[in-house]
C-alpha cells in the first residue's frame, strides 16, 4: 500500500482537501494523510469554506481535525505532495536531506493557490484543481 502525505501551511484548507480526494480516487491502494506546517489550526476542523467546496466535489471534510506536521510523518510517508514551493522549501528545511527524495510539489512546477480569505468561488476553484490533480499521483480509479 502507498502511503502519501499531503502538506500545506495550516492543514485547513488545500491539504485535507487533497487528502480528501487521494483517498477516494485511490481506494484500498493508498493510505493518504495530511497535514501543515504551523499548529494554528490543530485539532480543528477544516475552513468551513472548503467544507463547502469539498460537498460539492462528493467529498467529506467535515470529520476532519488540522494536524501539525512531524518528523514522524515525513518518515511514514513514500511521497510527501507540497500545495506551493513555500511550503516545499520549508519542508527541505525542517527535514534536510533525509526525505527530500520524497517531497515534491503537487502539481508538477507549479502552486496550488491558497485560497485562505477569499471568496467561495476562489474556494471551488481550489477544490477542482486540487481533486483534478489526484490523476498525477493516482493513474486509475479504484474501487
Known amino acids: 500500500m502507498r502511503k502519501l502525505l499531503t502538506v500545506c501551511l495550516g492543514n485547513y484548507c488545500r ?3 487533497a487528502q480528501a ?5 485511490g481506494g484500498a491502494a493508498v493510505t493518504v494523510r495530511s497535514a501543515g506546517l504551523i499548529g494554528k489550526w490543530q485539532d480543528q476542523p477544516a475552513n468551513p ?3 463547502n467546496a469539498a460537498r460539492r ?3 467529506d471534510l467535515t470529520h476532519h481535525r488540522g ?3 512531524t518528523l514522524e510523518d515525513l518518515d511514514w510517508a513514500d511521497d510527501i ?3 506551493d514551493a ?8 525542517i527535514d534536510g536531506a533525509r526525505n527530500i527524495h520524497k517531497a515534491r510539489l503537487y502539481l508538477p512546477g507549479r502552486d496550488v493557490p491558497d485560497p485562505m480569505s477569499q471568496d467561495e468561488n476562489t474556494f471551488n476553484d481550489c477544490a477542482v484543481t ?5 490523476a498525477l499521483h493516482l493513474a486509475q480509479r479504484r474501487p
Open 15 to 17: 491539504s485535507p482537501l
Open 21 to 25: 480526494a487521494l483517498t477516494r480516487r
Open 49 to 51: 469554506a472548503m467544507i
Open 57 to 59: 466535489l462528493g467529498l
Open 67 to 69: 494536524h501539525q506536521i
Open 81 to 83: 505532495l507540497a500545495m
Open 86 to 93: 513555500a511550503v516545499l522549501h520549508t519542508l527541505h528545511a
Open 130 to 134: 486540487i481533486e483534478a490533480g489526484t
